[in-house]
């Protein structure tokens, strides 16, 4: 465990985090697939572990809180939770981008975020890449919207990205560093840290579970409305509701996960473009 803390505080991310066998990631993957059978597509949808059984068992996993607390402390909110799925054969990307941008928490270090791996994700299927030691750095300016046609491939909600990284803002991808996770493994990485992922050029489907997590004295500026759920530890601060726990899967809580799905999305909008 010291050696992965280390890593993140040095470069601001690790990889290749084993938190799964094989056999769980595909039996995770399935359920997946058989709610977004009953659900539509279930790409970028937020507070997704406040419905499904699955995604609230692998946001809680006891290996992924180890890391959690490890990185921000023994006391954990779950702040969001969203699979992220590129279809195979497909020009969705994520261009160089700092999370934190708009999430207006007022402690940058008490958060991070873990993707977790349910398909391979290789330089192929366009996993993620990182940009190691810029969250030492802080902010660095983006700019949303103002492009046609983009935001169809950018799958950033805004279309947020930093423009011209090495000119403008001295950033040299020629560190970049390609993080493939093998269906099992997770990365973690601070909000700060510069990061992008390629199309999909593979003839899978690439599916990770991407989760927030924010220690309980960390909140937002406008916080109403926004809810968590304590992982670990416990939260005498409360500047969150609480999330719910997800059982069965009927019209009643997809309708409360919708409820807590629109508060977090119009969190996301906080925050001024550079």
């Known amino acids: 465990m010291n050696e992965f803390v280390d890593r993140y505080r040095r470069d601001g991310f690790v ?9 769980e990631a595909t039996a995770h993957r399935r359920r997946l697939e058989e709610a977004e059978a009953q659900l539509g597509p279930l790409h970028y ?3 997704i572990s406040t419905l499904l059984p699955s995604a609230h068992e692998l946001a809680t996993h006891p290996a992924v809180l180890d890391v959690v607390e490890a ?3 023994p006391d954990i909110l779950v702040y969001n939770a969203t699979y992220i799925i590129k279809e195979p054969a497909t020009e969705a990307h994520v261009e160089w981008h700092q999370d934190l941008t708009y999430w207006g928490l007022a402690d940058d270090d ?3 975020s873990m993707w977790l791996a349910l398909a391979p994700a290789t330089e192929e299927s366009g996993c993620m890449t990182f940009l190691p030691g810029t969250h030492l750095r802080g902010k660095v300016a983006h700019k949303s919207g103002g492009r046609e046609g983009t935001t169809k491939t950018n799958v950033l909600l805004r279309d947020q990205r930093i423009e011209h990284p090495e000119s403008e803002h001295g950033l040299d991808l020629g560190r970049a560093t390609v993080a493939a996770l093998a269906p099992g493994e997770a990365s973690f990485h601070h909000g700060w840290t ?5 199309p999909n050029r593979s003839t899978d489907r690439r599916i990770g579970l991407n989760v927030q997590y924010v220690a309980p004295h960390n909140r937002v500026d406008d916080d109403e409305g926004l ?8 939260d005498p601060y409360e500047y969150f509701g609480t999330d719910p726990v997800p059982s069965d899967l009927n019209d009643a809580a997809v309708m409360r996960w919708e ?3 629109e508060a977090m999305k119009a969190g996301f909008t906080l925050g001024t473009d550079d």
């Open 15 to 23: 990889s290749g985090v084993p938190i799964l066998s094989t056999g």
């Open 45 to 47: 949808r937020d507070k």
């Open 71 to 73: 990185c921000i402390g």
């Open 110 to 112: 008490a958060q991070v």
């Open 194 to 198: 510069v990061h992008a992922s390629a």
């Open 227 to 234: 809810t968590a759920l304590l992982a670990r530890g416990s």
């Open 259 to 261: 409820k807590v799905a």
